[in-house]
């Protein structure tokens, strides 16, 4: 007779995989105590590598924003030529007693310029909440990354806990073989059963202690990808606290959503650089030189020369796509919403099908109840039944093996009904 321990294959299966994927990252002492759910997400949202990419979007918008404000500051430049012209300026007449120089075709000039803005039309300001906004997308992008562990975490945790569950059976269905055996043994000894009886339920005890074998190395499997999560070298001994039921609520507050409004604003920032783009800009210039021919224009020698004043600058060009990159703008916004709007259906429909799961396990655990307490009753009657020797221990071991799922079913019911409430809020975000 061989008992089955009820194991969720889907757990088995995620668990090969998430070993197989982590990366191996050391852990801190020995956690031989208890630990919670909760925990367990903040310490695993703490020591996962992607979290280290916050503090690089923070410098990165430091650094834009810094950048972007050193507009303000003045300007320097240094630029020169050399020349030959075909043709220079020259006078076509000839005035008595004035001596009037000849240009020479070869012409040089090298000089300096500090350009200090003075008016930029809001461009720097908005290239600054522009790093600052791309910054915070960033980040709630992140930020949805890293919500993403919770299912993860979930499905480690409660597969522990089903396992702990399982355990617990596996030792009151041994205790219960081993006075089954006892009891079968002072009968055997006294000539009223059968050896074969004996051996059989010692066999059956055999299977079991072989099932809490396996039992406890997935657990320890289960407790090691954990550990790896949460940071921590998680002992054998440790204990899981089994979360407390959740109240539901159908009000969605995932971090998607701030997502699309965070990328709708960094859109209003890029629309209002395209009208900034397009005013005029004004600054104060100085512009100091060195060249043949200087500032005097009756002098063919090479002289220094300065000069300073205002600048306007206007680039009109900008006016012409000004209305299709508005127009692609709303492109966009309208993408950002559809996109918020297809989240918020799809997940609408998943919260329906948790929804339903829910109300299902909690039928199915009326039901084990009233599964178990038949099973329990037909169990004992049949160990009355071996005890007097009307029946074999095969058969009681037999209804003994049916009490024993029945029960094992109650727990992973209980197990799967917290884990799809805690699925459930993890899903609306709350």
Sequence with gaps: MTYKIIMNKAPIKYLLILLAGLAFMPANGQNSGTINLDSCYKLARQYYPLTRQMGLIEKTRDYNVENAGKGYLPQFSIAGQATYQSAVTSIPFEIPHVSIPTYSRDQYKIYAEADQTIYDGGTI????????????????????NLFALNDRINQVYFGILLIDQQLVQNEILQSDIKNSSEQMQARVSNGVALKSGLEELQAELLQQEQNQVQLKASRKAYLDMLGLFIHQNL???????KP??????????????TLYDYQKKSIDVQDRMLSTSNMPKFSFFVQGGYGRPGLNMLSNDFSFYYIGGLRLNWQLGGFYSLKNSRELLNINRQTTDLQKETFLYNTNIVLKQQDGEMAKLQQMITKDDEIIKTRTAVTDDARQKMQNGVMTSHDYLSELDLENQARQNKMLHQVQLIQAQYNYKNTTGN
Excluded: F, G, H, Y
Excluded at 125 to 144: F, G, S, Y
């Design 125 to 144: 300001r908005n290239q600054k909440d522009a790093a600052t906004a791309d910054a915070i997308v960033q980040k709630q992008n992140l930020e949805v």
């Design 244 to 257: 407390e039921p959740v109240l539901q609520s159908d009000v969605i507050k995932r971090p998607e959503l």
């Design 235 to 241: 002992n054998e001994s440790v204990k899981l606290i």
